[in-house]
């Protein structure tokens, strides 16, 4: 049962576009929402986060918004740039303590063209 | 580049064959998690190591099983290989299981089982 799905599956966008990737959830007890950038032979790099006890965080030309009533979650890159371009997953996880453990998304192949 | 480290970087083994992977955890970080990631997929949890006891597992079968060490380095061994173990291992380790705290992942060890 995939309790993160992530959409679209690629994109494709043109260099100072924004880009836009979707999660939903189902798991209402999740309450911490990375985002993850992965390049090609390398390991996941954390993002962003946010809690649900926010709506929107903004890093540089990174934002999340994050919708609870929806449990939709999106990452916004604002002037995409051709390093941008690399495997974004979206993550959900519910609480600490035992049985921690991040959900990802499928993920999302960026391409952002010159 | 993240302080956690993963050997081999690649690995062939033959099905029914057992493998040990290795990770070398971020300094100051005790806790550990071991993801696998299919071809496309987003990566899976498998379990979760915190001062050298399991801290939490997901749904994967006991032929896989995990040490940590008291330097909070670990080990993820399988046993009896089979094809669709052929994955990207990756480690993650975090200061503590606490569900806000960064995880910091490596750069996986590539697991072909043929």
């Known amino acids: 049962q995939q309790q993160v799905k992530q959409s679209p599956q690629s994109l494709i966008v043109q260099k100072g576009g924004i880009s836009i990737i979707n999660c939903a959830y189902e798991n209402t007890a999740f309450d911490y929402f990375p985002w993850y950038q992965q390049f090609p032979g390398k390991g996941p790099a954390l993002l962003i986060a946010i809690r649900p006890d926010v709506s929107e965080k903004k890093e540089g030309r990174f934002t999340i918004s994050f919708n609870k009533s929806a449990k939709q979650f999106s990452l916004h890159i604002m002037d995409s740039q051709p390093g941008d371009s690399a495997t974004y997953f979206c993550a959900a996880s519910n609480g600490g303590g035992s049985n921690y453990k991040l959900t990802f998304g499928k993920g999302t192949l960026l391409t952002v063209n010159p | 580049e993240t302080g956690v480290t993963q050997s081999p970087t690649h690995l062939i083994k033959t099905r029914g064959q057992q493998v040990t992977l290795r990770c070398s955890s971020q300094?100051?970080?005790?806790?550990v998690s071991w993801y696998q990631q299919a071809l496309g997929q987003g990566p899976q949890f498998i379990f979760q190591?915190?001062?050298?006891?399991?801290?939490g597992r997901g749904n994967f079968p006991p032929r896989f099983s995990g040490l940590q060490f008291p330097n909070y380095s670990s080990e993820l061994n399988v046993n009896a290989l089979e094809l669709d173990d052929s994955a990207l291992y990756l480690c993650a380790s975090s200061v503590s299981p606490g569900f806000d705290t960064e995880a910091f992942f490596g750069q996986g060890t590539r697991l072909t089982v043929v």
């Open positions: 300094s100051g970080h005790n806790t």
């Open positions: 190591y915190y001062r050298e006891e399991e801290n």
